[in-house]
């Protein structure tokens, strides 16, 4: 077939959709933030109304070989509340904007998550077994008259059902000014970096109420700012490392060893604009939504509004690698401008050995663009191919002219259906890609 | 002139997206405002050039005249510095303190003709002759005068919706002003017959679509 998937012809089939089937979705339903942890058996969700449900993986059975553990639901847990500004007169939102796990260290899971305002770290952990024989305490917790006691016994575990307990740990708030969009922990594990639109923060996990703030661009006249802050992460392996990308389409990388405050970036990375593709809405489209190194830390890979594009570290003035992800769409930017879909922030991902990209369109579509063989494919998240080890089929927009049979023209495409939010996990090819309100989880086929 | 239309039309949507903006859950969103402030600006510059070009017999160009939406960075910073404002660190109390003489400038760098207005101090009396109407910021004043220019913004009704009766926020009066200004432009009153008709806008007399312009770019400024 022409078409095969991106990445060394894999197959993608359906595995599992979680979330609720009807068409009228609850706004607190609305997932925000996607994340497998490092090992790939958790998989985290965020949503809209600020809870945090995290999946996990089944352990393989080595019968039923033809696929891999299901995802199911591990741990519900509220992590943000809708707050009160007092002072500005301004509700806070609970969405969580982003989830970050740390790597695991003992039996417990630990995980990062944020609204606009505050942090809070997260103890994931499990209990199946619970004392019982207490001297004083009845098993229901009652206290025993003391007097009645005669004996002496050893409290001994006994087994009991599986309860995950979610509890926070550390609260990190009152730091930033305007609305956090970006948090990622270090390679040293013990800091992490928060983001909002003018300034960085750094933090160290054991620490609640002091920060650092490593990166300030706020204007000293308000009234000359033209840029802010839009997305910013740790390098991988150089806990000293990390870069901001910018509404201008600029990424600024930064060496906490250079100084305190690192207004200064180390490098600018930024393409000259094509004057051929300047439009009215060029500046809003040049807007940089997410910003993720490679698994290697050689390479970062950033994502506008119409495009991917990858980058060398070494080199600054261009990308290494450019791909469009519905370049279709730069002929509709004004229509995309009054129903407001051209401020979307898409997120993308990196496949475990850096060799596949992915990112989210509209209409439920997902692409994905293998690196070596140049390849490109369009999938849709959709309840209609629901039948598990169903493979996908290629999907393609027709742009103008004659639509070939089985092509979606531009105009047909859904925009109310957007996919913001994809995640791959660390080792294997199973993605999960989330649509408004559900969550699709696939994987390649398994022979 | 189709340009023409579709700026005013762009910039009218914008400064509806800021107002809309500000009453959502969780506060002015600063990259979202930045965002709208640019589209604006480059509507704005798109509207004047397109202005002049249709004036072009009448006056003479400034040498540098960009024929894209491109600025020249004193306006630009100007522009950003105009609708750049909210971080809700130093609200205005009133939003009628802006600056207003930049866009005067601006304007009559364009089109020579027209009066200047340099003074940066508001007057406080009415100055409803004919030529400032448009260019002073005397509260009454503007808000009476904007009645009778309801008519001239046939065109950029259609797509919009009316804004809420009710305004919340830290600025109450902007949103007042904002929503007084934008029902009349958006809902134009069957009542009032438009004052000119849409093809005027090539003639000299096109003062009430440059008026309104101005209106605009100045709710943009007290925002």
């Keep these: 077939m022409a078409e095969s998937g991106g990445g060394n012809d894999i197959q993608w089939c359906f595995s599992q959709v979680k979330g609720a089937v009807d068409d009228d979705v609850a706004e607190a339903d609305i997932i925000s933030t996607v994340e497998f942890n490092h090992s790939g058996e958790l998989l985290a969700t965020g949503d809209k109304g600020g809870r945090v449900v995290i999946f996990q993986q089944e352990q393989e059975n080595k019968i039923q070989s033809h696929s891999r553990g299901e995802y199911n639901v591990y741990s519900t847990f509220q992590s943000h509340e809708p707050e009160f500004d007092y002072l500005k007169s301004l509700e806070i939102e609970e969405k969580i904007n982003k989830i970050r796990w740390l790597p695991q260290k003992n039996a417990a899971q630990f995980l990062l998550s944020t609204n606009d305002k505050t942090i809070k770290l997260w103890k994931i952990s499990e209990r199946d077994k619970r004392p019982e024989g207490y001297n004083l305490k009845e098993e229901d917790g009652r206290y025993r008259d003391p007097t009645t006691v005669t004996t002496l016994r050893v409290p001994v575990f006994r087994p009991m059902d599986l309860m995950v307990e979610a509890s926070p740990r550390r609260i990190f708030a009152n730091a930033h000014t305007y609305h956090i969009n970006s948090i990622s922990i270090n390679s040293d594990y013990e800091t992490y970096l928060s983001a909002d639109d003018l300034r960085i923060n750094l933090w160290h996990l054991e620490i609640t109420d002091r920060s650092f703030n490593i990166v300030d661009i706020k204007p000293a006249n308000m009234e000359e700012l033209t840029e802010v802050i839009t997305a910013a992460e740790f390098h991988p392996n150089s806990c000293n490392t990390f870069v901001y990308s910018s509404s201008k389409g600029t990424i600024r990388l930064c060496d906490m060893r250079a100084s305190a405050l690192c207004d200064r970036h180390s490098k600018l990375f930024e393409e000259p604009e094509d004057p051929s593709n300047r439009s009215f809405f060029s500046e809003i489209i040049s807007s940089i939504s997410d910003v993720k190194f490679s698994h290697s830390g050689r390479y970062m890979m950033t994502r506008d509004y119409l495009s991917v594009k990858i980058w060398d570290l070494n080199m600054e003035n261009r990308p290494v690698e450019t791909y469009q992800v519905h370049e279709y769409l730069r002929s509709k930017l004004c229509s995309l401008y009054e129903n407001d879909c051209i401020f979307d922030k898409f997120e993308c991902c990196w496949n475990g050995s850096d060799s596949v990209v992915m990112t989210g369109s509209y209409n439920n579509f997902f692409r994905m663009f293998d690196r070596n063989t140049k390849r490109d494919i369009t999938l849709e998240a959709s309840r209609e191919n629901n039948k598990p080890r169903t493979v996908l089929k290629p999907r393609k927009v027709c742009a103008s002219g004659k639509r070939k049979k089985d092509e979606i023209s531009v105009d047909s495409l859904d925009f109310n259906k957007k996919i913001l939010h994809t995640a791959w996990h660390p080792k294997e090819n199973i993605i999960a890609v989330a649509t408004t309100n559900n969550l699709y989880i696939f994987q390649d086929k398994v022979n | ?223």
């Design chain 2, 1 to 223: 002139m189709e340009v023409q239309k579709e700026a005013q039309r762009i910039m009218t949507l914008s400064v509806w997206k800021m107002y809309h903006s500000r009453m959502q859950r969780g506060g002015l969103r600063l990259h979202r405002s930045l965002q709208l402030s640019l589209v604006m600006r480059s509507a704005r510059e798109l509207y004047l050039s397109a202005k002049v070009e249709a004036l072009e017999p009448e006056v003479s160009l400034p040498p540098a005249l960009p024929s894209d939406p491109r600025l020249h960075p004193p306006r630009e910073a100007e522009s950003t510095a105009e609708t750049a404002t909210p971080d809700g660190e130093h609200p205005s109390p009133e939003p009628m303190d802006t600056q207003e003489a930049p866009t005067a400038e601006e304007t009559s760098a364009y089109c020579g003709p027209r009066p200047a207005k340099v003074s940066r101090k508001r007057r406080s009396s009415s100055l409803s002759d004919g030529g400032d109407a448009g260019l002073v910021p005397s509260k009454k004043a503007r808000l009476e005068e904007k009645e009778e220019e309801e008519g001239a913004s046939s065109e950029v009704a259609d797509c919009l919706q009316p804004p809420p009766a009710q305004a919340e926020g830290a600025f109450p009066n902007l949103a007042r002003v904002l929503q007084r200004r934008f029902s009349g432009l958006l809902n134009c009153s069957p009542a009032a017959p438009p004052t000119a008709p849409p093809a005027c806008e090539a003639k000299p007399a096109c003062r009430p679509a440059d008026s309104m312009l101005n209106v605009l770019v100045r709710a943009v400024v007290a925002f």
